[in-house]
């Protein structure tokens, strides 16, 4: 069995130290790898995950090879002119990665937000916080070639997986739409030809983990295979309340045949479904206001020292929940019901054909995904319902070229079709909003890429797409609006609002929505309904140039410039209910290398960006005086800074890896409005009342994005020790380190995650036969609890905050033949 040095993570110094380092005296004498790919070979299986086809080439003594498609051909990781970071099969398993959450304790550059079954990925201070299905994500998700349109889809996929790229940057011509932070893509292991082989992994842990997953590889006759994946998990909750927990199932089979040398076939269809009890959450701060002379002036922002598991119904959070008012209809919160419950489904059935042409590879690419979400949480003292139903088409054509040649070219046509029927119930006991809806996009783009070799170690890079957006949306929202008794008083002046239903029993509400009096006051609330009716057609060019020096045998030295958008929408509001698209443009310059006989790698990047009409939901007021959930366009931001990336092999059994990354990223310009609704909002930017008395104006100018650490990094060693018997034993460890960043979407101290290191540790025995392993692993050494999200009720005035998993430990066995 052929030893494995894989191991997640980089590292990083300076710039400039790679450019004066890379230089041919460094390199080994007899490596002539130049501009061309690397010689694929294959690779033993990694017993601790399946396989990890992705990995070629490397000798016990030197660095291992990773092939990567993310530039839509296979090549070498090192011979990619682009920023990536790649995270491979064995690593997941390994750190036990089962949710798109938790990329970002092995990826510096990335961060992540979920909520309930919604994922959302933030690439260097570039995302989206999206809840709901009629916005769309700034990082683009691709699964085995396929864009998943859906934040809320994106689970479900972290199995007999062979490799994940995060290409990092605006993907605007290969990508297309949505991808203004970047791409991240998941590759599943595919069928092999010829062979018959299999691997089972159980696993076992605290929170009652019970973990299975697994996959069989057959063959059928020379030329077909087929390969069945399957991933199995029931754990406990991470909160005293039972929330935070894990019930999901997800299988997949794929067939591939190769009827000809020419022509590779491939079909795949999936399945996964979501259980449990949901996300869980804590009150982290309780907001009083402070009053001057009867008028609130601003508010304190009091800890509520519960610790960070205690959930949100348990009793300590219930007593704290009986004890705010709801405003603005002023009375206590109730207790809370036992309301958390997943039940979300998703399948999917894709295709690939590549067929090998004299112009030319061939590769389409059809799909079919449907994902069903239905959603009870509790947050905050926010009783929510989600039903939201996607059906998603998409249809991929590329031709590209042979990598014979000074000329090499890609072309490609896409479609995209989705629809989505939801309805959405937002604390339904006092004032926010039910909506009711059908959106959709049609999705038609062009796109292309030319690399000309201008020597046989320059080449220069150019790329165009354009992209035509058509979307739709059908729906209603209703909100309450304040009404005075007393017409001509504000908020009567703006227009008197009539009732719409009498209650909402057809939804399983009982509560009465209309009319509500407010205590002590002349004033009633009644609902009000928005209805949005519209169409829209949005088109973008996008583009790319670059260049491309080997200035050394296995040194890289690369420029690119990137430009990407983020399409528009619609959402409920008695005014203008559209939104523009954001965009974005970036400069990057990197080099990558290879010293010592290919046992120290050295890769540096640093980058520039400008992101222009960002789009931000939140709060706001309409002309009716209704409180609405708005998306807008609020201003411009500079994200700028570097990455170092090193894996060093001292010696023939000992990896040591680093990825340091520095981020300097801030909003230019940032200001929008949120609505008076008596006092002041709650923010940490500056804050002003506008002249109309309505709203006030919130100036974030010069602020940091959310999820931007200045400094975030891994480290990591690996050590394998080969025993008298034959066997191995491999022993892990690793470190995540960030600054503090925001995660709140408010702005204010209370919603700052403070810095912290995370820490992973596993040890491993391999067997001389290499068909079994034993693993023991402790996650998260220090228990560290770090906030995935934190979110502002602000009809109670609290902020809950849901977390990254504690501390975790156990033992995985893996048997493979």
């Known amino acids: ?134 916005t769309d994500p700034a990082v683009a998700f691709n699964y085995d070639g396929i864009y998943i349109s859906r934040p809320s889809a994106l689970n479900g996929y972290f199995y007999d997986v062979q490799r994940v790229e995060v290409l990092k940057g605006p993907q605007g011509t290969l990508y297309g739409r949505n991808a203004t932070g970047g791409a991240v893509n998941v590759l599943s292991n595919l069928p092999k030809l010829g062979e018959l082989s299999g691997s089972l992994t159980g696993e076992v842990g605290n929170y009652d983990l019970v973990h299975v997953d697994g996959h069989i590889n057959v063959p059928i006759g020379n030329n077909s295979a087929l390969r069945l994946s399957s991933n199995w998990i029931n754990r406990s909750g991470y909160y005293r309340d039972g929330t935070g927990d894990e019930v999901s199932r997800a299988a997949r089979l794929q067939f591939l045949t190769e009827p000809t040398e020419d022509l590779k076939i491939r079909l795949s269809t999936d399945y996964y479904h979501q259980g449990g009890n949901g996300q869980g959450s804590t009150i ?49 919160n109730p207790a809370e019901p036992d309301y958390n419950t997943l039940d979300n489904t998703f399948w999917g059935v894709n295709a690939q054909v590549d067929w090998r042409t004299p112009i030319g590879t061939l590769t389409v690419l059809p799909a079919y995904r449907r994902s069903k979400l239905n959603i009870r949480e509790t947050d905050g003292g926010n009783p929510t319902r989600i039903n939201e139903l996607s059906k998603q088409t998409s249809l991929e054509l590329r031709l590209a070229s042979d990598s ?3 000329l090499k070219y890609l072309a490609g046509l896409y479609y995209l079709k989705e629809d989505i029927d939801a309805r959405y119930i937002f604390n339904f006991r006092n004032v926010s909003p039910y909506q009711d809806l059908k959106t959709g996009v049609k999705s038609y783009a062009a796109f292309g890429r030319l690399t000309y070799e201008l020597s046989d170690s320059f080449r220069l890079t150019g790329g165009l797409r354009y992209t035509n957006d058509k979307r739709y ?104 209910p559209t939104f523009k698209p954001e965009k974005i443009g970036a400069l990057t310059i990197g080099s990558k290398n290879r010293f010592f006989d290919n046992r120290l790698q050295l890769n540096v990047e640093l980058f520039y960006w400008k992101y222009r009409d960002q789009q931000v939901s939140h709060i706001s007021t309409d002309s009716t005086g209704g409180s609405v959930f708005i998306t807008e366009n609020v201003g411009r931001s500079t994200n700028k800074g570097f990455e170092v990336e090193t894996r060093f092999l001292p010696f023939k059994n000992t990896l040591l890896s680093a990825d340091v990354q520095y981020l300097d990223a801030k909003f230019n310009e940032f200001t929008y409005n949120a609505p008076n609704s008596g006092s002041p909002p709650v923010n940490g930017c500056a804050s002003s009342l506008a002249s109309n008395s309505v709203t006030y104006l919130i100036d974030c100018s010069g602020g940091a994005p959310l999820r931007a650490p200045k400094w975030s990094m891994n480290f990591g060693i690996e050590q394998t020790i080969a025993l008298m018997n034959g066997a191995d034993l491999v022993a892990n460890l690793s470190t995540h380190y960030q600054t503090s960043s925001l995660v709140g979407t408010e702005f204010i101290a209370a919603e700052m995650q403070k810095s912290y290191w995370m820490s992973n540790a596993s040890i491993t025995y391999k067997s001389s036969e290499g068909n079994w392993s034993l693993t023991a692993f402790l996650n998260n050494i220090e228990n560290t609890y770090v906030s995935n999200s934190i979110r502002l009720n602000s009809s109670n005035k609290i902020l809950s905050t849901s977390y990254m998993p504690p501390r975790t430990y156990g033992l995985r066995a893996t048997v493979s033949f």
Not at 44 to 55: F, I, L, N, R
Not at 308 to 313: A, D, E, M, Y
Not at 518 to 545: C, D, F, Q
Request: net charge negative.
């Open 1 to 134: 069995m052929k030893r494995k040095f894989t191991f997640l993570s980089s590292v990083s110094l300076i710039g400039p130290i790679a450019v004066a380092l890379a230089t041919p005296a460094w390199a080994s004498s007899d490596d002539t790898v130049t501009g061309s790919n690397v010689a694929e070979t294959q690779t033993a299986p990694d017993v601790t995950s399946g396989e990890s086809a992705d990995e070629t080439g490397a000798s016990a003594s030197s660095l291992q090879e990773i092939i990567v498609t993310a530039q839509r051909r296979e090549e070498n990781l090192q011979r990619a002119a682009i920023a990536i970071s790649v995270v491979t099969g064995g690593d997941l398993a390994r750190q036990g990665i089962s949710q798109p959450n938790q990329l970002q304790a092995v990826v510096p550059s990335l961060q992540t937000r979920t909520g309930g079954s919604y994922s959302n990925f933030f690439i260097r201070g570039v995302g989206a916080t999206v809840t709901n299905g009629y």
């Open 284 to 332: 982290s701060t309780v907001i009083n206001p402070v009053t001057s002379n009867g008028v609130v002036t601003g508010y304190s922002y009091d800890p509520t020292n519960l610790a960070p598991n205690t959930g949100i119904r348990s009793r300590e959070t219930q007593a704290i929940l009986g004890t705010r008012f709801l405003l603005p209809t002023r009375v206590f």
């Open 404 to 406: 014979d040649g000074p």
């Open 473 to 576: 949306m059908d729906g209603d929202g209703l909100v309450l609006v304040a009404i005075c008794t007393e017409p001509g008083t504000a908020p009567c002046a703006n227009g008197v609002a009539v009732p719409i239903f009498e209650n909402l029993s057809d939804l399983g509400i009982s509560q009465p929505y209309a009319p509500t009096p407010i205590p002590g006051t002349s004033t009633v609330l009644l609902p009000k309904l928005n209805s949005v009716n519209g169409k829209s057609s949005e088109s973008a060019v996008t583009w790319r140039v670059g260049a491309e020096w080997d200035i050394g045998p296995r040194s890289l030295l690369y420029a690119s410039y990137e430009t990407g958008f983020r399409s528009g929408g619609f959402f409920f509001t008695a005014d203008d």
